[in-house]
């Protein structure tokens, strides 16, 4: 009913600038908030950031000043523009997104996730 797909991960070195997009289809009447989460290697899955419908935004603490969200709601599509690099932030990055399903595909309201996509940050 509804896929996120990932995009722009890669190899970077320290102090280099990545910039992921995440973009969402399918049965959407609306997107609520939309955020990213990262994992690595073992290691639990942690908030990165986050930015309601309206524009707020959250960050975690590790990548407040180096990393931007935004969205563009026309596209479905949530971005994360990443600054300064650093060798701790190798990760597969995740999307997710609060969706409200059209009323064709039963509405109701439910989390989705993305594949993932890996950045590594090396020299």
């Known amino acids: 009913q509804v896929q996120l797909v990932e995009s722009g991960g890669g190899l970077v070195q320290p102090g280099g600038s990545l910039r992921l997009s995440c973009a969402a289809s399918?049965?959407?009447?609306?997107?609520?908030?939309m955020g990213w989460h990262r994992q690595a290697p073992g290691k639990q899955r942690e908030l990165v950031a986050t930015i309601t419908s309206g524009g707020s935004t959250n960050y975690a603490d590790s990548v407040k000043g180096r990393f931007t969200i935004s969205r563009d709601n026309a596209k479905n599509t949530v971005y994360l523009q990443m600054n300064s690099l650093k060798h701790e932030d190798t990760a597969v990055y995740y999307c997710?997104?609060?969706?409200?399903?059209?009323?064709?595909?039963?509405?109701?309201?439910?989390?989705?996730w993305g594949q993932g996509t890996l950045v590594t940050v090396s020299s």
């Open positions: 399918g049965s959407i009447f609306s997107i609520n908030a």
């Open positions: 997710n997104a609060d969706i409200t399903l059209s009323f064709w595909a039963g509405g109701g309201r439910r989390d989705y």
